[in-house]
């Protein structure tokens, strides 16, 4: 049975950092990502990281702010999010797929982790 657990959410006030983890068992996947959803506002993409290479892709609003990465032999994702902004709050979303397209899309991942909460103060 697959689980993802994440962990490394808070508070915190605008300009800080934080990094997300999130910890899969059960078996590996080609590409690990987070999502977040903020109050009133559908499930975004964030940012995907594949398995063999480590291709990275991210939505434009994190980029130069935000670096995902991943340890293989842990299994494991991290989201290191610099310069926070009050509009990154949010309940972020790990996520596995084993395919290799639409990797900004909700439907292309197979498991979800239950999400934690990141609130950035201004």
């Known amino acids: 049975q697959v689980q993802l657990v994440e962990s490394g959410g808070g508070l915190v006030q605008a300009g800080v950092s934080l990094r997300l983890s999130c910890a899969a068992s059960g078996r590996t996947f080609s590409v690990m990502g987070w999502f977040r959803q903020a109050p009133g506002k559908e499930r975004e993409f964030v940012a995907a990281i594949g398995w063999g290479r480590g291709n990275t892709y991210y939505t434009d609003s994190v980029k130069e702010r935000f670096t995902i990465s991943r340890d293989n032999a842990k299994n494991t994702v991290y989201l290191q999010m610099n310069s926070l902004k009050p509009e990154d709050t949010a309940v972020y979303y790990c996520?596995?797929?084993?395919?290799?397209?639409?990797?900004?899309?909700?439907?292309?991942?197979?498991?979800w982790g239950q999400g934690t909460q990141v609130t950035v103060s201004s």
């Open positions: 996520a596995v797929t084993s395919r290799l397209s639409r990797l900004t899309t909700t439907a292309t991942y197979d498991y």
